[in-house]
């Protein structure tokens, strides 16, 4: 049994419900229209497509029939997860939106952020290793021949200053919307989940820690890089953590491309989005194969099991049409682009399947983790 699947069936075991004899009937979750509807938000990490998840965000804080109730996210998908959830903590949907503007600007080619933090941001917000400003040109001609290691001895991060501008996590430890960060344990090639007390600058640092820009981020003594290796999203956490029985993945690495990659960018372009979506796709396989057990009442152990209702927003035919030089640009317009693509794609998915939320998936599973035999 992978560790994935083990996860989450033990996360199923916990949400194990027995009414004692007599007890009344729990009210339909969704039989108040007016309600807000409780959801989880996954947020996967992809760089500069990042900005497209601000756009969903926006979009969904600003229509107000969804109540938040976890964050996950990997990368960039970390950092959109924290800018809402210290949001959230702090005004409220208003300033979550806020918060994810003013960040966007900030990062953007025409923020205001000193030269060698908009180096360092403009190399996290590419999805490839090449180079796009003089200062990139300089930073992968150099990645090439030496490690962060030699090239960065005092180990000099601008992107925790970036974290810290934006983001309380002191406030987010306090009664705020429980949030999951993703990392990979550089020693032991694990998965490591920040949450809770274990949530700070440090941590997201750790998330986005692309290791040939990056020196690993250790805490507590342990090295970690980059989450989108091993959990780009995490989503077994929202079994343990909250009461929402649906999550929405929020994927912006083109989940498939119709042409064959030929050129070295687009080789390279390519393999980033396969390894980024990896972990992602051999999660879903593991709930497809436990909701299937369940549905069969094989699972293990007392029931009734509740199986989480999984739902995704992702570029679309978007994914196609980018290239690999557009997804290097970190100027506000073609942030903006994005953002307006991400509230487009989160307007369709409400109209869609506003009415499925707290009922069923409307993802395929089966079809989306499925394998090719033969």
């Known amino acids: 049994m992978t560790g994935t699947l083990k996860s989450y ?6 949400r194990v419900r027995v009414d004692p004899p007599g007890a009344k009937a729990k009210p339909d979750p969704v039989a108040d229209p007016h309600a807000p509807r409780k959801i989880n938000l996954a947020l996967q990490g992809g760089g500069a497509h990042g900005a497209f998840t601000w756009g969903v965000l926006d979009h969904l804080l600003a229509d107000g029939r969804l109540e938040i109730a976890g964050l996950s996210g990997a990368s960039a998908g970390a950092l959109n997860a924290v800018m809402v959830a210290d949001g959230l903590a702090r005004g409220g949907p208003d300033e979550a939106r806020r918060r994810l503007g003013a960040f966007w600007r900030a990062t953007s080619a025409g923020g205001d952020l000193p030269a060698v933090q908009r180096a360092v941001t403009d190399r996290l917000f590419s999805m490839m290793p090449f180079a796009a400003t003089p200062m990139q040109n300089w930073l992968e001609a150099m990645s090439r021949y030496f490690s962060p ?3 960065n001895p005092l180990n000099i991060n601008p992107l925790k200053d970036l974290i ?5 996590f002191d406030a987010l430890r306090v009664g705020g919307v429980p949030v999951f960060v993703a990392a990979t344990n550089v020693h032991t090639g694990r998965l490591r989940i920040f949450s809770g007390d274990s949530l700070s600058a440090d941590a997201v640092m ?4 692309l290791p040939l820009m990056f020196r690993a981020v250790e805490i507590d003594g342990v090295p970690y890089w980059d989450g989108g290796y091993m959990g ?10 909250t009461d929402a029985d649906d999550v929405l993945v929020v994927q912006v690495n083109p989940v498939s491309r119709a042409t064959t990659p030929r050129t070295s960018a687009e080789i390279v372009n390519r393999v980033n989005e396969i390894t980024f979506n990896s972990a992602l796709i051999a999660e879903l ?10 549905a069969g009442g094989r699972a293990p152990g007392p029931g009734p ?6 739902h995704r927003i992702h570029l679309g035919g978007l994914g196609e049409r980018l290239t690999a030089a557009s997804q290097m640009k970190t100027d506000f317009d073609f942030f903006k682009l994005l953002h307006r693509a991400g509230q487009r794609a989160a307007r369709g998915f409400l109209e869609r ?11 395929d599973l089966a079809a989306e983790s499925g394998i090719e035999w033969g």
């Open 353 to 363: 399947h506003f009415d499925d939320i707290g009922r069923r998936s409307t993802l």
């Open 206 to 209: 750790a998330s986005a820690a």
């Open 149 to 151: 290691y030699e090239l």
């Open 232 to 241: 780009n999203p995490a989503i077994f956490p929202f079994l343990h953590e």
């Open 285 to 294: 396989r593991s709930m497809d194969f436990a909701n299937r057990l369940i």
């Open 305 to 310: 099991y509740r199986e989480l209702h999984i």
């Open 164 to 168: 810290a501008r934006f983001v309380d």
């Open 9 to 14: 069936l033990n996360g199923l075991a916990r």
